[in-house]
């Protein structure tokens, strides 16, 4: 089994930044891809990215490209979501997520993960 650990969440001003950091345990995969997805309130669950073991790492949202970022610490099995220049509309629970995969279902793209951490609230206000 694996644990997953978030934190870094809270509340903060539109212009402002976040780290958000999250902690594996357990049995970790090694060679698992790590990452973020987060869900806002009346909306559906959106991939924001992932990174693999060698620091390749792929955002594919749109609304946050060149404002986050995501790094990885394999000594210490941990993944960040640096979020800069931060939005209302970043406003979600953010969870950590280990072992993604794409999943073509339908003819429609989504993400899936083995493993997720309990979430961490990001608030920001305008």
């Known amino acids: 089994q694996v644990q997953l650990v978030e934190s870094g969440g809270g509340l903060v001003q539109a212009g402002d930044s976040l780290r958000l950091s999250c902690t594996a345990s357990g049995r970790t995969p090694s060679t698992a891809n790590m990452g973020w997805f987060r869900q806002a309130p009346g909306n559906e669950r959106e991939f924001v990215g992932s990174i693999n073991k060698n620091g390749d790492s792929v955002i594919p949202l749109d609304s946050v490209k060149g404002r986050f970022t995501i790094s990885r610490d394999n000594a210490k099995n941990t993944v960040s979501l640096q979020m800069n220049s931060l939005r209302p509309e970043d406003t979600a629970v953010y969870y950590c997520?280990?072992?993604?995969?794409?999943?073509?279902?339908?003819?429609?793209?989504?993400?899936?993960?083995?493993?997720w951490g309990q979430g961490t609230q990001v608030t920001v206000s305008s």
């Open positions: 997520a280990v072992r993604i995969s794409l999943i073509r279902r339908g003819g429609q793209n989504s993400y899936e993960a083995d493993y």
